[in-house]
Structures are given as C-alpha cells and as structure tokens.
C-alpha cells in the first residue's frame, strides 16, 4: 500500500536527519573542532522540530491503534467514521518534509524567493499523496 | 627561482601546505568535496551498471554526499579549510540526497 511506503520513507528521513545532525554537532563536541554546527541557528531549530515531528508520530500511532484495536465495525459499515488510525503518521510526518526541504533548499539557494516555489511545490504535492493515500485507505480509490 | 605564491612552511607539519592552499586559493577545499563527489557518484554507479545492468543513482548520490560529509567534518578540525556556510550546504545536499533515496524505494526494498 502507498500509505504504508509513504509514512515510512518520511519516517526514515526524520530519522536520518536526526542522526546527521546529532553526527556532526557531536563530532565538534567531541573533537574540539573549530567550525561547529550548532552556531548554524536554522539548522539546531530544525532538529527540534523534526525531533518534535518524530515524538509526535510515536505518540499519534500508540492513540490511534488504541482506538483501532477497541473499536469495532458495526454490520453494514463501509468505513469508520474518524479514519483516524489512516491519518496517523501523515499528518504528523509532512512538517518533516516541509522543514528538511525548505532547510535544504535555503542553504544552497541562499534563501533566494525565486526557487521557493520549486521546493514548496514539491513539499505540496509530496502532502497532497499523503492525503490521497490515507483517503484511499480509508474510503477507497480517490480516482 | 621565483613563486608566484609563498611556498608553505612545512616544518610545522605537513598539513600546512593544505592550509597555505587554501589560504591562496579559497575554492581549493571545496573543489575537494567536489571531486570526491563526482568520483563516487561517477565510479559507484558506472561500476554498478557494467555488474548488474542497472545503476541505483538515488543511493549513490547518497553515499557521494556522506562521503563529502565526513571529509568536511575532518576539514572542520582547524580554521582556514572550510567555513560554516560550506559545512551547512554539505548537510543540506545530505538531507535532499536521503529525501530523494528513501523517496525512490519501491515496496519491499527499504521500507
């Protein structure tokens, strides 16, 4: 299923991000480096933030399979009313692909407006499959 | 016989000729993270297509970029190599590089 690749591959990436940075700020730290990457401002709020983005995905999968596992479908039911354990992950998981794209995008461009639209446009239509998927396996093909 | 640049001092090591480099010319280490790049991601994916007919270029892109990373980290040791913004654009294209590779698997590769 798309979902399933989806999530995960937005889930490796705040992974790898994690990783990276914590990498290189503690190989400063631990060898005394010079140049050191926690002076860089954007990119220690956007460890925080894909941290964030990652607590959060924990957190919203434990809720969400909670209540899939308590509840129940009743005879006649084609869907559940919420859809709540689709949208687990998805909603959690695209601020990771906004804020590592838009990072990425503002130190090798500069932060030059004229390329925004390039990454945001793609940081949209990588949500807009995100939202796809997760209606596609909640009420069926959106097509 | 006459330089057309000051000779670097060794005796204080052998790295101060990288250092002396750099100092005359300022895209020498980035020209090194370059070259590494182009020789990872030119080599890795040639050597892969000649073995198995196809070259997984989202993963060679990737291992370029962590190979340019941990070369930069080194370069971070003493001033004078690179600065901050060189060390930042690195972990940029290493960020891009990953949302390209896990983004790219099919089913039942990574995920």
Known sequence: MGLIKYTTSLVMVALFVICILFFATNFAVDNDSQIILSSDADYVSMQSQVQANATQFSSDVGTQSEAFFTSAIKSGDVATESGGQFKAGIGTMKSVATSSLSAGFNKITGEDNNFAIIFGTISAILVFFGIAYAYKAWKGDVD | ?111
Do not use: H
């Not at chain 2, 250092?19 to 300022?26: K, L, Y």
């Open chain 2, 1 to 111: 016989m006459g330089y057309l640049y000051t000779p670097p001092n060794l005796t204080s090591g052998v790295d101060d000729a990288l250092f002396s480099i750099a100092g005359s010319t300022q895209a020498f280490p980035i020209g090194i993270l370059l070259f590494v790049f182009i020789i990872v991601v030119w080599g890795g994916s040639t050597s892969q297509k000649n073995k198995i007919g196809y070259a997984d270029y989202p993963m060679w892109f990737l291992l370029a970029s962590l190979s340019c990373l941990l070369l930069s980290l080194v370069m971070t040791m003493r001033t004078g190599l690179i600065t901050l913004s060189t060390l930042g654009i690195v972990i940029a294209l290493n960020i891009l590089t990953s949302f390209w590779f896990f983004m790219s698997k099919a089913k039942g590769e990574m995920n």
